[in-house]
């Protein structure tokens, strides 16, 4: 590639200046978005699973409402990712395929499986809580489109994760079995939702790119501490004991210490190992070729119109 254009666009990303998708880009900088952006669509998709999982036992018919929405919710934020992906040249089709192939991967929390109704809170709190704390600083992202998405996703993000909250709360602030609930669920999720941020700086092998071309502006380790140091509050203020005994407020750092999740559980998750990454895969898969119907029903009736207005 031409030095003189890698500069160029180099000096636009340090004025903060958005790329849009007609504009000049190095290969690797369109490659890591179409890797990034499909990846975080493809979460929001299978992301969907864990909770519609619950959405016929919900245990009144204000939560099932809720949690209804909140799972539209997030097709929608896919639907809009892809849309974002596909300015930069690849096919939904494409990264569809890629992904029911195991060629690319989705977020690691969706491997874990909701076993009660306190995960689900949980998953509203936690997992809704960290996707905000990434996605409020991707919202700065260099990429246009990329970053309208996220502003538009996390203002839906922030009522999914307060009504997760506000679910939880009521189990914390029920009965001895409930408060029990919320704990297991807060103990079982607490560090694969740590994990969402990724491995830590030293391990993240695409961090530094992508921090200096500004794909991401935060990193790993830094969005993983204002997510521990935000959420350590709201478990004291349910009653419920920390997840985690290495977890203790560091006054010169002024930040919470707390333990690194066991990266090799990580790993072999990311690897398609987690409890229920076969699972997650067969439920797209099949949803997929169960929809293949739909698809051909609306292109044969695009080709149609499309021949009555050429007649
Ligand atoms: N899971 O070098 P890095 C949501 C991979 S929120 C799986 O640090 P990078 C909302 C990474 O791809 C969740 N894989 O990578 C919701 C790379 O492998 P590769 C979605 C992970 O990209 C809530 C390798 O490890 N949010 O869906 C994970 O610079 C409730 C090395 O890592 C996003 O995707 C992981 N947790 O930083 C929906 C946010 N972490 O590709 C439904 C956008 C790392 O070379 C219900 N993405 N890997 O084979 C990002 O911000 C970044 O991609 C990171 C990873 C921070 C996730």
Not at 51 to 65: D, Q, S, V
Request: aromatic letters at 10%; glycine letters at 8%; one cysteine or more.
């Amino acid at each position: 590639e031409d030095p003189k254009l890698l500069e160029e666009f180099q000096a636009r990303i340090d004025r903060d200046e958005k790329i849009e998708p007609k504009d000049w880009m190095p290969m690797a900088y369109r490659k890591t978005l179409i890797r990034q952006i499909g990846q975080h669509a493809h979460s929001e998709v299978v992301g969907q699973l864990p909770e519609g999982n619950w959405i016929t036992r919900a245990p009144t018919l204000e939560r099932k409402a809720i949690l209804l929405a909140k799972v539209q919710d997030e097709a929608g934020h896919g639907l809009y990712l892809y849309s974002a992906a596909e300015t930069l040249g690849v096919s939904r089709d494409e990264l569809v395929e890629l992904l029911h192939e195991g060629k690319m991967k989705y977020s690691s929390i969706f491997n874990y499986p909701t076993l009660n109704w306190a995960d689900i809170g949980a998953v509203g709190w936690l997992v809704d809580g960290a996707a905000i704390v990434n996605q409020v600083a991707l919202q700065r992202t260099s990429y246009g489109p990329y970053s309208r998405a996220m502003i538009r996703i996390c203002k839906e993000e922030s009522f999914h994760a307060r009504q997760g909250y506000h679910a939880i709360m009521q189990m914390a602030f029920g009965t001895p079995a409930q408060k029990a609930m919320a704990q297991d669920a807060v103990n079982r999720l607490w560090f694969p939702a740590i994990m969402m941020f990724g491995p830590s700086d030293s391990e993240s092998v695409h961090s530094e790119q992508s921090m200096t071309w500004k794909i991401k502006v935060r990193s790993n380790d830094d969005l993983r501490q204002q997510f521990v140091d935000q959420t350590i509050p709201q478990i004291e203020y349910l009653g419920l004991d920390l997840p985690d005994p290495g977890i203790k407020w560091n006054e010169e750092r002024g930040h919470y210490d707390y333990s690194d999740p066991d990266w090799s559980e990580f790993f072999n998750v990311i690897k398609g190992k987690g409890p229920c990454n076969v699972d997650r895969l067969n439920d797209r898969t099949n949803a997929w070729e169960d929809g293949a119907w739909v698809r051909d029903g609306l292109l044969a009736h695009g080709n149609k119109k499309a021949a009555a207005r050429t007649a």
